[in-house]
Nanobody
């Protein structure tokens, strides 16, 4: 599967953004999907993941209650709705996929399927 993330931008603290990740191919629904981010000078970190049918969802503690992950398999697209954004959310956001029905392995970042990142900048 090939992935393309979009929707990043510059927003003030407290604002919202919605990221999208479009997947190519006819097997999108077979993949667990997720979002990761990498801030300057920091390691890439897990943000959120969703199983193939949306039945299992998980978030990093730092974004729980503020971010919502979802997917539309008919459109081969995954989303990340980000509300109440904070300056510490500033990072390049990457979408990832894993050919698995659950998100266990994906959450570790152990996958070969990554999209190019989209920059999110939150000003204070």
């Amino acid at each position: 599967v090939q992935l393309q993330a979009s929707g990043g931008g510059l927003v003030q603290a407290g604002g919202s953004l919605r990221l999208s990740c479009a997947g190519s191919g006819h097997t999108f629904s077979r993949y667990a999907m997720g979002w990761f981010r990498q801030a300057p000078g920091k390691e890439r970190e897990f943000v959120a993941a969703i199983s193939w049918n949306g039945g299992s969802i998980g978030y990093a503690d730092s974004v729980k209650g503020r971010f919502t992950i979802s997917r539309d398999n008919a459109k081969n697209t995954m989303y990340l709705q980000m509300n109440s954004l904070k300056p510490e959310d500033t990072a390049v956001y990457y979408c990832a996929a894993d050919l698995s029905y659950n998100t266990v392995r994906l959450r570790t970042g152990m996958t070969n399927y990554w999209g190019k990142g989209t920059q999110v900048t939150v000003s204070s």
